[in-house]
């Protein structure tokens, strides 16, 4: 299965840069990286998604090395609103499960003032 | 559009009760499935479908049937709901849920399920 692993927790001051770095080290030839954010009582939304190098929208940056073994989720200034959950996710490439995708657990960010 | 779409808000189930969760989307996307989120824990995948008439089996699935007869729709069935089962269940939906194609997946608002 491939899995992801991230740290548990990160605090942060509002008005810092908050990198999270996920771990993915049997991710599949083919398959991006993508990273959600969720709120208390909501459903996951969709931040960031890339496959290689660097990627950057309007909320977020995504960095990818080239052994794509792990990436990081690059949150320039952050502010209190940025206070979530953050999930790195994956595919699962079995011959039999092609469609399968899993959350890890997440890393709670917590930004103060 | 209204995205992805969840019926009801909350429910309360006695024990060996069964009941289904209503999921649509109006997105015309292939790709559906259902997790569930119990408290302070990350999402499960429960079950999954890469389009109409094919479904398969997530983390886990014991407890819960599916089943996907039009591409708008896929209800979670609880076939005689425990304790357990108290959760949060989302469901969500994508363009295309296959390995190697760019996607994003679109989440439901979630159904708040107690077991007693």
């Known amino acids: 299965l491939a899995k992801t692993t991230q740290p548990i927790s990160m605090d942060s001051y509002e008005g810092q840069e908050v990198n999270i770095t996920c771990s993915h080290n049997n991710i599949a030839t083919n398959d991006y990286i993508t990273w959600y954010q969720q709120f208390p009582s909501q459903g996951p939304r969709f931040i960031i998604q890339g496959y290689k190098t660097k990627v950057t929208n309007e909320v977020a940056s995504l960095f990818i090395p080239a052994d794509r073994k792990s990436s990081t989720l690059s949150l320039p200034r952050v502010s209190l609103s940025d206070t979530a959950v953050y999930y790195c996710l994956v595919g699962d490439r079995t011959e039999d499960s092609w469609g399968k995708l899993q959350f890890g657990a997440g890393t709670q960010v917590v930004v103060t003032p | 559009n209204a995205g992805v779409t969840q019926t009801p808000k909350f429910q309360v189930l006695k024990t060996g009760q069964s009941m289904t969760l209503q999921c649509a989307q109006d997105m015309n996307h292939e790709y559906m499935s259902w997790y569930r989120q119990d408290p302070g824990m990350g999402l499960r995948l429960i079950h999954y479908?890469?389009?109409?008439?094919?479904?398969d089996q997530g983390e886990v699935p014991n407890g819960y049937n599916v089943s996907r007869s039009t591409t708008e729709d896929f209800p979670l069935r609880l076939l005689s709901a425990a304790p357990s089962q108290t959760s949060v269940y989302f469901c969500?939906?994508?363009?295309?849920?296959?390995?190697?194609?760019?996607?994003?997946?679109?989440f439901g608002p979630g159904t708040r399920l107690t077991v007693t």
């Open positions: 479908s890469v389009g109409a008439g094919i479904t």
């Open positions: 969500a939906s994508s363009r295309d849920g296959r390995i190697g194609v760019g996607y994003e997946q679109y």
